[in-house]
């Protein structure tokens, strides 16, 4: 090899490398985006309750919430405040056996427990609740995966001790990116 083709050679790789780490730099930028964090301790029910009445301030109707995390997180606890926060006075309970409740306030509220379809596939229709006028809660959503909308909320309730909770707010779609960046905005500004 002549020195200039030794040269052309070397500074061919390290043209290479540079186009690779700008890449990985772009990529992880992108990746630190997506993959912002939305969180919220809180300490006691109470404070899950009020929390979620602030957050249903930021809903309007179509929107869709899914609530994960293990039985007796906090998930009806969190629907409750959520249903005082669209001015419902009725008494929130655990859908489990009818799996979808109704209840009338500022929007429409569909509460969904599908637990009980953990084993089967059962179709109820929910794309008419989701594409209705209300707002849709659902606990254990991952059970109904395939039929949940193209864009929703994912909130995971995660247990730290006895009445701490972490609440992890999971946005797919646009429209609950924004609305995670007006909850926390407004949350963490009191
Ligand atoms: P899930 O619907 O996820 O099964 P529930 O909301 O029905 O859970 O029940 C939560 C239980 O945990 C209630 O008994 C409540 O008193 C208790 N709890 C203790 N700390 C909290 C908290 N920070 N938030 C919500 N519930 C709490
Ligand atoms: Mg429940």
Redesign the pocket.
């Known amino acids: 090899m002549t020195f200039i083709e030794t040269y052309t050679y070397y500074r061919q790789i390290l043209i290479f490398h540079r186009y690779f780490v700008n890449l990985m730099e772009d990529i992880y930028k992108v990746g630190e985006k997506t993959m912002k964090d939305y969180q919220i301790t809180?300490?006691?029910?109470e404070?899950?309750f009020s929390m979620a009445q602030t957050f249903s301030k930021f809903l309007r109707e179509g929107d869709a919430i899914a609530?994960e995390?293990?039985?007796?997180?906090?998930?009806?606890?969190?629907t409750k405040g959520l249903a005082k926060g669209l001015g419902i006075n009725k008494n929130i309970s655990?859908p489990t056996f009818t799996i979808i409740k109704e209840y009338k306030g500022i929007f429409p509220l569909y509460h969904m427990d599908v637990y009980r379809l953990k084993d089967s596939m059962e179709d109820l229709g929910f794309d008419e609740y989701f594409h209705g006028d209300g707002i849709t809660v659902i606990?254990w959503a991952h059970i109904i995966q395939d039929q949940l909308p193209e864009q929703f909320l994912t909130i995971e309730?995660k247990f730290v001790d006895?009445?701490?909770?972490q609440f992890l707010f999971k946005p797919v779609g646009i429209r609950y990116e924004q609305l995670c960046e007006e909850f926390f905005h407004e949350y963490f500004s009191n």
């Open positions: 809180v300490h006691n029910q404070e899950t609530l995390g293990d039985l007796g997180a906090g998930k009806t606890t969190f655990s606990e309730i006895l009445t701490t909770r």
